[in-house]
């Protein structure tokens, strides 16, 4: 029998409140609330789940969950759960974006550097912003020589340590969704994370760039202060 791989899988998700959500009575929201309250504490012991609003933020989204399990079938769980709550009449699931940990061959052969890219388990460091997106590298990335893309990445991972500020996820998606990597960023100090972004913008391997849209700027909130918002 084939032994655990010990890699996780990461879900990003994104839901829309419906018109609806803002007509119905207060009692009625409130004891809602409750019993997703309930549904997602039981999860929280179960999974690795992090909450955040993008109330006012992105118009297409208003709150997310960030996932994390070593078993596909704990995102079927949870979302079975809450929908069948009576939350799925009044949201709509506008992103989910599924990935899997696995080790980076280009961190791997920088010796000097322990970082995201040697780990197999994502730690959230709960900081106050989460920025994520997926990714997509052009076909010419593929065909380029291990040493070009290696010196390209060696100065993309040189750049990031200039930033202490912003801690990376990067998690893999070949063949299990649309995009090649989903990336998040997590920091207290979003300004931090536009300048790296912008020096990032001048370097080699941008050219290889197919796709790294759409981005979206979380705000962290604890569970009781994610419910909070929607009353």
Not at 19 to 45: G, T
Not at 96 to 107: A, G
Not at 223 to 230: A, E, H, N, P, Q
């Amino acid at each position: 029998m084939r032994k655990p791989s010990g890699r996780q899988y990461i879900n990003y998700t994104f839901y829309k409140f419906l018109p609806q959500w803002y007509e119905i009575k207060k009692k009625e929201k409130s004891a809602l609330l409750r019993k997703i309250e309930r549904i997602l504490n039981k999860y929280e012991k179960k999974i690795t789940l992090n909450f955040y609003s993008t109330y006012g933020v992105r118009p297409e989204t208003d709150f997310m969950f960030w996932r994390v399990s070593e078993r596909l079938e704990d995102f079927e769980d949870m979302t079975s759960e809450l929908m069948a709550s009576g939350l799925g009449a009044f949201v709509q699931n506008k992103y989910s974006f599924l990935s899997m940990t696995k080790h980076s061959q280009y961190v791997s052969k920088n010796k000097k550097i322990e970082q995201e890219g040697t780990r197999i388990k994502i730690s959230p460091k709960k900081r106050k912003y989460l920025i994520v997106y997926p990714f997509i590298k052009k076909v010419e990335w593929y065909l380029s020589s291990k040493k070009k893309r290696q010196d390209m990445m060696t100065e993309h991972i040189a750049t990031g340590h200039k930033y202490p500020s912003v801690s990376i996820n990067t998690s893999y998606s070949f063949g299990i969704d649309d995009q090649e990597q989903m990336v998040s960023f997590e920091t207290d100090f979003p300004e931090d994370f536009l300048d790296l972004v912008e020096e990032m913008r001048s370097q080699k391997a941008r050219a290889f760039t197919e796709k790294d849209t759409p981005i979206i700027t979380c705000i962290r909130k604890n569970l009781k202060d994610l419910t909070r918002l929607f009353y």
